[in-house]
């Protein structure tokens, strides 16, 4: 059985501070790829990364970085210099081959001014 | 940049309502699906599409929902009697898969409120 788990529902962070977002999976495939998406207060789904199991290569792409740590099933997302534009609810979710995405329950981030 | 784009982007009926959202894919990608998000919720698969036919659902998809690929470019969802916990946004997202990578493209979305 597939799983997602977030466990941070929501977080607030001042401007400018740097934020981790955790994402443990849970999965028996071998390949699975894995997600965030961004969720704005406008609601919709806008999609930031994936990546695949075998790669576990860290990714920075511009202030976003993500940790893929398979030995702990984890894939956690950092916001460098947060900004009150980062403001939305993330999730974070998996495929496998199924073909379709299992989310979890999405972290709530609040960037205050 | 090609987006998926879905209509209406609100829709309210009433209790036992037919009701169909309508989503055009990416004109490229092969495969469409549909996704549910209850307010404040997870967003949760409710069925996937390929070549003409489901290929996927999960238990929320039961006899109420049905989908359709009418005319090769739009991709609909029905709901054939709505119920209050029907009201949702409801996501559509199309996808390619290029050598077993999958990037699935979400539209805007359609909030459905059953009154």
């Known amino acids: 059985a597939q799983k997602v788990t977030q466990a941070q529902t929501e977080i607030s962070v001042v401007e400018k501070e740097d934020v981790t977002l955790d994402c443990v999976y849970e999965?028996?495939?071998?390949?699975?790829?894995l997600f965030w998406y961004k969720q704005p207060p406008s609601g919709e789904l806008v999609f930031l990364i994936r990546r695949n199991s075998f790669d576990e290569q860290n990714e920075i792409s511009g202030r976003y970085s993500w940790n893929f740590q398979k030995s702990t099933s984890s894939f956690n997302f950092t916001i460098t210099a947060s900004q009150v534009v980062d403001s939305a609810v993330y999730f974070c979710a998996l495929e496998t081959g199924a073909n379709n995405l299992f989310f979890g329950t999405g972290t709530r981030l609040t960037v205050i001014p | 940049e090609p987006e998926v784009t879905q209509t209406p982007s609100h829709q309210v009926t009433q209790m036992g309502q037919e009701v169909i959202l309508r989503c055009v894919p990416i004109?490229?990608?092969?495969?469409f699906y549909w996704y549910r998000q209850i307010l404040g919720q997870k967003v949760e698969f409710l069925v996937s599409f390929y070549n003409n036919e489901i290929s996927e659902k999960s238990e929320i998809f039961d006899d109420q929902f049905s989908v359709e690929r009418p005319d090769g470019s739009n991709f609909t969802l029905k709901i054939r009697s709505t119920k209050l916990e029907d009201s949702a946004m409801y996501f559509c997202a199309s996808s390619v898969q290029l050598r077993g990578v999958t990037e699935a493209f979400f539209g805007q979305g359609t909030r459905l409120t059953v009154v």
């Open positions: 004109s490229n990608h092969l495969y």
């Open positions: 999965t028996r495939d071998t390949t699975y790829y």
